[in-house]
T-cell receptor, first 114, second 114 residues
């Protein structure tokens, strides 16, 4: 069975500090990977997607970056956090891009920027 | 661009009440429509998907259909239980998109009282 693990579960960070969030998918080879962001009280918004190792596409510009150093790992980061980065960050995977593909989400990381 | 409108921000029901949540969508392509459920502190999980207009999807007592003519899709359950309390999101993926992107509605908070 496939599992998706996100870390950390929660972070409280200062404005201007760096951030690194991680996600690991086990049990599935070469998945498509995604980062979604959910502002408090808001909807889910796709930030990045990746089809293969080393390749990441940005969907929305939020002064964040993403990398895929290994087939099963996806990293979200920034060197300088903004207050507006607060929210719930979700990693997800799917088998492909076809319309019927299900998106499987991790449990998320709650980020509070003060 | 693609959009999904989910008007009901919060629904409060008693156990065994009938649930109906409606969404409308806008796309130039051919969508597959989804309902995701998010329990407190967790990532969203797939509840239902509907690939073809006027077809029904069903899972755990929930049913979903979409109407291409009115570009609307809805989720219903005949008799809700307290354990159904969660946030329900409608979402859409355009078959022509090559980003795997799901466009989500803003979510409906369902509270079911015993």
């Amino acid at each position: 069975a496939q599992t998706i693990h996100q870390w950390p579960v929660a972070e409280i960070k200062a404005v201007g500090s760096p951030l690194s969030l991680g996600c690991t998918i086990k049990g599935k080879s070469s998945p498509n990977l995604y980062w979604y962001w959910q502002a408090t009280g808001g909807t889910l918004q796709q930030l990045f997607y990746s089809i293969t190792v080393g390749q990441v596409e940005s969907v929305v510009q939020l002064n964040l970056s993403a990398s895929r150093p290994k087939d099963d790992q996806f990293i979200l980061s920034t060197e300088k956090l903004l207050l507006s980065h607060s929210g719930f960050y979700l990693c997800a995977w799917s088998l492909g891009f076809s319309s019927a593909e299900t998106l499987y989400f991790g449990s998320g990381t709650r980020l509070t920027v003060l | 661009g693609d959009s999904v409108i989910q008007m009901q921000g919060q629904v409060t029901l008693s156990e065994n009440d009938f649930l109906f949540i409606n969404c409308t969508y806008s796309t130039t392509g051919y969508p597959t429509l989804f309902w995701y459920v998010q329990y407190s502190g967790e990532g969203p999980q797939l509840l239902l998907q509907v690939t073809t207009a006027n077809n029904k999807g069903s899972s755990r007592g929930f049913e979903a259909t979409y109407d291409k003519g009115t570009t609307s899709f809805h989720l219903q359950k005949t008799s809700v239980q307290e354990i159904d309390s969660a946030v329900y999101y409608c979402a859409m993926r355009d078959t022509g998109a090559n980003t795997g992107k799901l466009t989500f509605g803003h979510g409906t908070i369902l509270r079911v009282h015993p």
